[in-house]
């Protein structure tokens, strides 16, 4: 049955240069093995430099831009880490507006690491409890978010996860709350 859990389903993943692959490729092939299509969103046409911690890694193939992306059109997003990923994708009003469009529609989103800095600049964590890179627990606690170190938290369609070692349960919880849909 996980196979076509989520059947007919489109999930965007938001990533830019950056990106820590493992938190790219891993949830991407458990939503993909869930019977999801998935589609790379990110700043530029092109394709994105992955890095495995501060080594660079594979590239990977843009799908649409997030200035093109309709987010209506997905019905879950995705925003892995890596430092600069976020870093450049906050910096992009038509990224933030994409991953504030999927909030205010009440999609499900998952975040990991330092994912979470595009969604402080969105301004969608104040009064929900999550997780993060512990870097990032004063930018999430001042932004009004409930920060809490576990290794996925789950707060009405918004899974949070710590770092690359939570990818099993944070894999798994984005697949169900995919399969759920809008909260």
Not at 56 to 82: E, H, I, K, M, W
Not at 92 to 115: T, Y
Request: negative net charge; proline residues 6%; charged residues 25%.
């Amino acid at each position: 049955m996980a196979a076509t859990t989520l059947q007919g389903k489109r999930i965007a993943f938001l990533a830019a240069d950056g990106v820590e692959e493992v938190e790219y490729v891993r949830p991407r092939e458990a939503v993909e093995e869930a019977g999801a299509t998935v589609e790379l969103v990110s700043l530029k046409p092109g394709s994105i430099q992955a890095f495995n911690h501060l080594d660079q890694s594979s590239t990977y193939d843009v799908d649409v831009t997030a200035a093109d992306a309709d987010p209506a059109r997905f019905d879950g997003l995705v925003l892995p880490g890596g430092v600069a990923n976020p870093d450049f994708l906050r910096t992009d009003p038509d990224a933030v507006g994409f991953v504030k469009a999927f909030f205010d529609a009440g999609k499900p989103v998952g975040v990991i690491c330092h994912g979470p800095w595009t969604m402080i600049e969105a301004g969608v964590v104040s009064g929900r409890r999550m997780t993060s890179w512990p870097s990032l627990r004063t930018d999430l606690t001042n932004a009004g978010a409930n920060w809490v170190d576990e290794a996925v938290v789950t707060d009405n369609g918004l899974v949070s996860s710590r770092k690359p070692d939570d990818l099993p349960a944070f894999c798994a919880k984005i697949v169900e709350e995919f399969a759920e849909g809008r909260h």
